[in-house]
T-cell receptor, first 115, second 111 residues
Framework: GAVVSQHPSRVICKSGTSVKIECRSL??????MFWYRQFPKQSLMLMAT?????????EQGVEKDKFLINHASLTLSTLTVTSAHPEDSSFYIC???????????FGSGTRLTVV | GQQLNQSPQSMFIQEGEDVSMNCTSS?????WLWYKQDPGEGPVLLIA?????ELTSNGRLTAQFGITRKDSFLNISASIPSDVGIYFC???????????FGDGTTLTVKP
């Protein structure tokens, strides 16, 4: 089945710095990827839809200048958390869909801790 | 925005017992999905449902797409310790569309 690779799995950064998270679709092409954020013991909240070759679509309340999304190829989308603050600490997860599959495949997530 | 009401929030059961959880929505979905998430990992798709009334099984798991298209349930039969985790329902309006997730059901199985 489809595999989505997400990197890094864990990252600790200082306040004010930026962090880039990569999401790769392995062995399939994904014109659309989704980025979610999950707080402890809570559900997944959709942040944005990443579209290959065009601008991402952000959900209401998500700052596009803070969470930069780049979907430069059919197998790679990146999420950059700019000028990170402790409240940005969370679990970030991406997902993508292979055309022949049911449902979306999720990456293994990135645990971001901002200190 | 849309909301999915998932219940129960948590369950504590003995190994071997059956489990049932459900999701309801105020709006209609064209697709219902059930995922399981282990700690520190991304969700893994268990079952996808595409038609109202559809009943689908995956091993000990059975899920149904409600006739009204506003609800779905997931049953787990003869639970085992590795069933422990958080189960999420998700609704989609289209196959290529984004998913709205329920709040999850945390399952604990006592050996």
């Amino acid at each position: 089945g489809a595999v989505v690779s997400q990197h890094p799995s864990r990252v600790i950064c200082k306040s004010g710095t930026s962090v880039k998270i990569e999401c790769r679709s392995l062995d399939f092409q994904a014109t659309t990827m989704f980025w979610y954020r999950q707080f402890p013991k809570q559900s997944l909240m959709l942040m944005a839809t990443s579209n290959e070759g065009s601008k991402a679509t952000y959900e209401q309340g998500v700052e596009k200048d803070k969470f930069l999304i780049n979907h430069a190829s059919l197998t790679l989308s990146t999420l950059t958390v700019t000028s990170a603050h402790p409240e940005d600490s969370s679990f970030y997860i991406c997902s993508a869909k292979d055309r022949g599959d049911y449902g979306y495949t999720f990456g293994s997530g990135t645990r971001l801790t901002v200190v | 925005g849309q909301q999915l009401n998932q219940s129960p929030q948590s369950m504590f059961i003995q190994e071997g017992e059956d489990v049932s959880m459900n999701c309801t929505s105020s709006s209609i979905f064209n697709t219902w999905l059930w995922y399981k998430q282990d700690p520190g990992e991304g969700p893994v798709l268990l079952i996808a449902l595409y038609k109202a009334g559809e009943l689908t099984s995956n091993g000990r798991l059975t899920a149904q797409f409600g006739i009204t298209r506003k609800d779905s349930f997931l049953n787990i039969s003869a639970s085992i310790p590795s069933d422990v985790g958080i189960y999420f329902c998700a609704g989609q309006h289209s196959d290529a569309g984004k998913s709205t997730f329920g709040d999850g059901t945390t399952l604990t199985v006592k050996p």
